[in-house]
């Protein structure tokens, strides 16, 4: 019995991130979190590697070897690479031969139309699924950090992923409001690099202004300066150079962004009923996604909107634990949340 029962036990969950992609498995927790890449042989459009792998090539290959992401801002990019991704995450999260194809809970953005909508699904049933259930990201982080989303109070979740910052009120269940900011870590790397640019004459790539955002970067103006050593390509002469990046500096430019999320934030409440913000001035905001990590954010938005703000325990994996709880409630949800 035990043997049938885990052929047919496949369902997983999938937060499809701009950035990361990590998927839940039934009864087996988080299987996978590996980066949202692809790397390609423009020579023939054979795929030569995915996830991780395809991200260690990043920057490292020969002319004929591209890596990309397929999704840009939370949205599909490129359909068929995205479709490739799917199946590759869903093979490996898979424990072998199963008589039927897994359920999949998907996370998406709120903002996205009902055409990309239908990409995301065609694109997971191409990947192998036998059934796909589309949630909001918001609702997913919110189900996954704990908060009460069935009962009828107000809660706020804010999450700051890598493409955009999903804000959503939700109360039984549901989306009040919310709103889709295309602001998250992807801008931040972008905006450091362009400050190396700007400020050294050097060009770095994506991978070394993700470690330098993860080593000293920061929106606390007033932290103690921290530098951090940077090699990179000198744009005037071309050849390999090295150069001392400073922590406040990076706190300067990467301010605005945050203000921006905040006039997201408030226009969300703007539009919240006055008794659901009752609850949230009472409750704080909960603070997720994988760049709220970033030093000195949540001080920052707390005095941007004057309401604390909660930063989950380990808020790159709450979307994906919140698809693994809507898997408990597949075809009930399914049957509200039906493409038309």
Same mark, same amino acid.
């Given at each position: ?99 039927? /194809?897994?359920?999949? @809970? !998907?996370? +998406?953005?709120? *903002?996205? #139309?009902? %055409? ?7 694109? $997971? ?27 009828? /109070?107000?809660?706020? @979740? !804010?999450? +700051?992923?890598? *493409?955009? #910052?999903? %804000? ?7 989306? $009040? ?34 470690? +330098? ?5 920061? %929106? ?121």
């Amino acid at each position: 019995m035990r043997r049938l029962f885990s052929l047919i036990a496949g369902d997983i969950g999938i937060d499809l991130g701009t950035i990361n992609t990590l998927v839940f498995v039934n009864r087996r927790g988080i299987a996978i979190n590996e980066p949202s890449v692809v790397a390609i042989d423009i020579n023939n459009g054979d795929i030569v590697a995915v996830g991780q792998r395809a991200w260690d090539m990043v920057g490292k290959t020969p002319g004929n070897i591209v890596s990309m992401r397929p999704l840009e801002e939370g949205v599909i990019s490129d359909y068929e690479v995205t479709q490739a991704m799917l199946k590759y995450f869903i093979d490996k999260s898979s424990s072998g031969f199963s008589l039927l /194809a897994a359920r999949v @809970v !998907v996370s +998406i953005p709120s *903002g996205i #139309t009902d %055409v990309e909508k239908r990409a995301v699904e065609d694109a $997971v049933l191409q990947a192998g699924a036998r059934d796909v259930l589309l949630i909001e990201e918001s609702l997913a982080s919110a189900l996954g950090t704990g908060l009460p989303v069935y009962e009828p /109070a107000g809660n706020m @979740v !804010v999450n +700051i992923g890598g *493409g955009t #910052t999903e %804000v959503a009120v939700i109360s039984l269940g549901g989306i $009040v409001c919310s709103k889709s900011i295309f602001i998250g870590g992807d801008r931040f790397n972008q905006i450091i690099i362009e400050h190396v640019k700007n400020v050294y004459n050097m060009m770095i790539g994506y991978s070394t202004a993700e470690e +330098i955002k993860l080593a000293i970067g920061t %929106v606390n103006v007033n932290r103690d300066d921290m530098k951090y050593e940077v090699s990179g390509r000198d744009l005037i002469t071309g050849l390999p150079q090295k150069t001392m990046i400073s922590s406040k500096a990076l706190a300067k430019v990467l301010e605005p962004e945050v203000y921006e999320i905040i006039d997201g934030i408030k226009s969300v409440l703007e539009r919240t009923p006055p008794e659901l913000s009752s609850d949230i001035m009472k409750n704080g905001i909960t603070l997720t996604g994988g760049s709220s990590r970033l030093n000195g954010l949540p001080e920052m938005l707390s005095r941007g909107i004057n309401m604390a703000f909660v930063l989950d325990d380990d808020p790159m994996v709450s979307a994906c634990i919140g698809t693994g709880e809507i898997l408990k409630k597949f075809n009930e949800v399914k049957k509200s949340r039906r493409i038309k």
